[in-house]
């Protein structure tokens, strides 16, 4: 696969289905290596791959979206209050630098809103990313999904506002 560049971008209401693809295949293909299938399965069930369910809540999130050319490649969530929520980059192209300019993107928002930190809940897999994006753990914790429980970290990271 050749690199072109990553360009991070506003949500689109037609973005919905490849975004809930990306979450789909990302969890099932790429977290395999940390939790098990019925966790997997718990987690991001066949069912959220129905856009419709989606795209009600990105209407509401409008989520920054990473593509490359036209392809939609990554996403992330970025709440106001600093939680980021939903990081998710398609599993063809983890390694590539769309996590990084996600994490770019959200930083350049928190400085010119002036937050001072930023936090995320991190699964086992994201966690190395988030550390070399300069996030600590600040508690390990196991949550439960329908009645499955996984384990998870919530992480932080304090923002320099100079």
């Known amino acids: 696969?050749?690199?072109?560049?990553i360009v991070v971008r506003a949500?689109?209401?037609?973005?919905?289905?490849?975004l809930a693809k990306i979450?789909?295949?990302?969890?099932?293909?790429?977290?395999?290596?940390d939790y098990s299938e019925i966790q997997l399965?718990?987690?991001?069930?066949?069912?959220?791959?129905?856009?419709?369910?989606?795209?009600?809540?990105?209407e509401k999130?409008?989520?920054l979206v990473a593509v490359n050319d036209k392809t939609v490649v990554g996403f992330a969530e970025f709440e106001p209050n600093g939680h980021i929520d939903c990081f998710y980059?398609?599993?063809e192209w983890i390694g590539f630098g769309v996590g990084s300019a996600l994490m770019n993107a959200i930083?350049?928002?928190?400085?010119?809103?002036?937050i001072l930190k930023i936090?995320?809940?991190?699964?086992?897999t994201a966690r190395p990313f988030f550390e070399k994006h300069g996030f600590t753990v600040t508690e390990e914790q196991k949550v439960s999904i329908k009645g499955i429980e996984l384990i998870n970290f919530k992480m932080e990271k304090r923002l320099n506002q100079n």
């Not at 696969?1 to 560049?5: A, L, S, V």
């Not at 949500?11 to 490849?18: I, L, M, R, V």
């Open 89 to 91: 980059c398609h599993h």
């Open 23 to 33: 979450y789909y295949n990302t969890i099932h293909k790429v977290n395999t290596k």
């Open 61 to 63: 999130t409008k989520p």
């Open 11 to 18: 949500y689109e209401s037609n973005d919905a289905t490849d």
């Open 119 to 124: 936090f995320a809940e991190v699964s086992i």
């Open 1 to 5: 696969m050749e690199k072109k560049k």
């Open 41 to 58: 399965e718990a987690w991001a069930p066949k069912s959220s791959i129905e856009a419709d369910s989606w795209l009600k809540k990105f």
């Open 107 to 114: 930083h350049e928002i928190a400085h010119g809103q002036k």
